[in-house]
């Protein structure tokens, strides 16, 4: 095992004992020499191992002191998933208007962005020949679906160029799927929380929805299956990776099974994987997809979050629907905007974006366990957050908080963010919020930070005063 792989696995192991309580706050890791005695590796490997762990926000170096965890095992304790039966639902003809700025919206820092080697790729491709500006391929340029392809294949997921359809970013593909599979008043199973822009999306197509309740795991496969087996359901449509607004994913059990049930029960699964490449951990995992061997997975992803929201571009694996989502492309668009495809196969081909995710991630991974270990400390106690080990949201039970009244009260300070009752037809979230750490922390967001947490303290407070007046017991 080569030096890099042996102090990644040796943080890793610190990373596990972190997250399990098993370090107090306060307590101080091994020094460097212990550490070196301890795992009988060399002072240079120890120092790595430490130097990583800090680029992941995990632990802080104190110049006199030496190591400590960042991460407060007192505070902030996992979610534990609220179990139900489902049942189908119907959704709001109108859906509400969604806030898209600050902690509202799951996006990247405009710093973040890799803007200067899209500039430079979008400069070559504009020098080109002046074919550049008539009709293309309706299904994509083919330069682009093949730098996709390989750009994959480096990831372990096989998808040939021809497989691939390009579209105007994830929902979009995500839409046209769901005109092909489903029709009004069909009811299409979703995972419960489910991001507030699918849901919102099947209420102006007027379809219903069946939430089935996320585990441990992923989703509860029995309640599903039983679903798919009685024709209950027209499709699925989920999230197997980083799901929003959760963080967590399913297993790699759960997406074979899936991928399984699709085929046996003739269910056509929608997979909305836009955050499969933000992985914190260096591994990026595979989709539902991978495991599809009979076409009925309908796989969608995009740019959008990895890389820049404003440029539009997702695509498409359409599996056995491929020929009927090709002709409505057709018909509906004459394809996607030309010279930014070929601007981004420039961009993927010249090794730009794998660099560049390799580097978000670690930065992303940072940034996510710095707004957990500021908002530990600041909420009140009792709360609960799913630690993620991907994506870019943080999902926070906040017990005793009246979510959507913090919500208001922040708005009027211009702080935004989507409490629980966003992502769901159901009351099980009422004292959920969801974050995007996308944002790198700098005075103003420590600021709004602070602000949350102190709004959110004061309305417990209150709910505690109100309890106490009406049962007239003084409460702890």
């Not at 989703?219 to 024709?231: P, S």
Request: proline content about 5%.
């Amino acid at each position: 095992m080569g030096k890099q792989a042996k102090y990644k696995t040796l943080a890793g192991q610190f990373i596990t004992a972190i997250e399990a309580g098993e370090y107090e706050f306060d307590q101080p890791l091994p020094s460097l020499r212990q550490l070196s005695a301890l795992y009988q590796v060399s002072m240079t490997t120890a120092l790595a191992c430490y130097r990583y762990l800090e680029s992941l926000g995990y632990i802080t170096a104190d110049p006199k002191r030496g190591f400590f965890p960042c991460i407060n095992s007192k505070h902030g304790s996992a979610i534990e998933y609220t179990q139900f039966n489902a049942k189908a639902c119907t959704l709001p003809k109108t859906p509400p208007s969604r806030v898209r700025s600050g902690f509202a919206t799951a996006q990247l820092d405009p710093t973040l962005i890799d803007s200067q080697q899209l500039r430079a790729s979008l400069a070559r491709t504009m020098r080109s020949d002046h074919t550049l500006f008539n009709y293309g391929d309706p299904l994509g340029e083919q330069a682009f679906r093949q730098a996709l392809s390989e750009h994959l294949k480096t990831q372990g997921f096989m998808i040939r160029a021809h497989e691939l359809v390009i579209t105007q970013g994830c929902l979009d593909g995500v839409k046209m799927a769901l005109e092909l599979v489903t029709k009004e008043q069909d009811i299409v199973a979703v995972p419960s929380p489910c991001y507030s822009g699918l849901l919102d999306m099947l209420s102006v197509m007027e379809r219903q929805v069946l939430e089935i309740p996320s585990n441990q795991d992923g989703i509860d496969l029995v309640q599903l299956e039983h679903a798919m087996a009685r024709h209950q359901v027209a499709a699925c449509l989920l999230s197997a990776n980083f799901q929003n607004p959760t963080g967590h994913s399913l297993s790699t059990q759960q997406k074979a099974s899936l991928a399984n049930m699709a085929s046996d029960y003739h269910v056509p699964i929608i997979e909305d994987d836009v955050y499969r490449e933000l992985c914190h951990t260096g591994t990026t995992p595979l989709p539902i997809k991978h495991f599809d061997r009979d076409g009925w997975v309908i796989w969608c992803s995009s740019i959008s979050k990895t890389l820049a929201p404003g440029l539009r571009l997702g695509w498409c694996a359409p599996g056995r629907f491929h020929q009927k989502y090709s002709d409505l492309i057709r018909i509906r668009s004459l394809g996607c905007n030309r010279p930014l495809q070929l601007a981004l196969a420039d961009y993927i081909s010249r090794g730009h974006y794998a660099r560049y995710l390799k580097k978000l991630n670690n930065t992303l991974a940072s940034q996510c366990n710095q707004y957990i270990q500021r908002l530990t400390r600041l909420l009140p106690d009792k709360v609960k957050v799913n630690r993620p080990q991907g994506g870019l949201v943080l999902w926070f039970e906040l017990p005793g908080v009246d979510t959507k009244q913090l919500q208001k009260r922040l708005t009027e300070e211009q702080i935004y963010i989507l409490c629980g009752d966003a992502f769901s037809t159901t009351t099980h979230y009422h004292n959920y919020i969801r974050l995007n750490f996308g944002q790198c922390i700098r005075a103003e967001i420590e600021a709004q930070l602070a602000k949350l947490a102190q709004t959110a303290a004061s309305l417990q407070r209150q709910k505690s005063v109100k309890s106490e007046a009406k049962t007239g017991t003084k409460i702890v």
